[in-house]
């Protein structure tokens, strides 16, 4: 079962609007900090931003932002006055305490597409 | 900054040979090194995180099997051997800490089955 959920494989929106991308996890651990990359289409992968439990990190200045919801298990990225420069693949993903040697959990991305 | 080269970029692969990757971190201050793959799906997975040189694991995986190696402070290799499916292969490093978590990618390498 797939621990951390992006519902949506594909998107796209116009230049100038508001997007809100989902992501829901699995975890039983009390300690745990989620991401969110963005894989560009050179290959490169970018780590946007982190979130810790009381605080969050934004590691790519820019127009983005989360909705961080821990009772429900859900972190969304939220993209600010989208641009053709956003359009790539965002994934989610989880880092446990208990299970810090096996690396992040992703989930499977959802592809962005930004109109002029 | 480029904290991480890693090479081929792309790589077609005959049905039955094996192919080797490299990577080399260009930043020390992360020193912790990993493989990561995403197959067809898009699924990104990860595959192993070796420390100190003379580090050695081996796994098996639906479509390939793997011997990772880091050989010295700043490389880290990957054998792919028996692969079925196409996929990419991602070196990653982070800092030294005991979270294993912020972690920088390389450009990835292709595979493709011939």
């Known amino acids: ?116 | 900054v480029t904290l991480l080269e890693q090479n081929p970029r792309w790589r077609l692969v005959p049905r039955g040979q094996a192919v080797n990757l490299r990577c080399i971190l260009k930043n020390s201050q992360y020193p912790w090194m990993s493989w990561y793959q995403q197959d067809l799906q898009k699924q990104l997975q990860w595959l192993f995180t070796l420390r100190s040189p003379g580090d050695k694991e081996v796994k098996s995986l639906p479509g390939a099997d793997y011997l990772a190696t880091r050989v010295t402070d700043t490389e880290l290799r990957l054998q792919v051997a028996n692969m079925s499916q196409g996929r990419t292969l991602y070196c990653t490093c982070s800092g030294l800490q005991v979270s294993n978590e912020r972690l920088f990618f390389g450009h990835g390498t292709k595979l493709s089955v011939l």
């Open chain 1, 1 to 116: 079962a797939q621990k951390v959920i992006q519902v949506w494989s594909t998107t796209s929106r116009q230049e100038g609007e508001k997007l809100t991308l989902d992501c829901s996890y699995k975890t039983s651990q009390v300690l745990y900090h989620l991401f969110w990359y963005k894989h560009l289409l050179s290959g490169e992968m970018v780590l946007l931003i982190r979130q810790m439990p009381s605080t969050i990190a934004i590691e790519r200045s820019g127009r983005y932002s989360v909705v961080f919801q821990k009772s429900r298990k859900s972190i969304s990225l939220v993209i600010s006055t989208l641009q053709p420069d956003d359009s790539g693949k965002y994934f989610c993903a989880l880092w446990e305490l208990d299970n810090y040697a096996q690396g992040l959990t992703f989930g499977l991305g959802t592809r962005v597409s930004v109109f002029p």
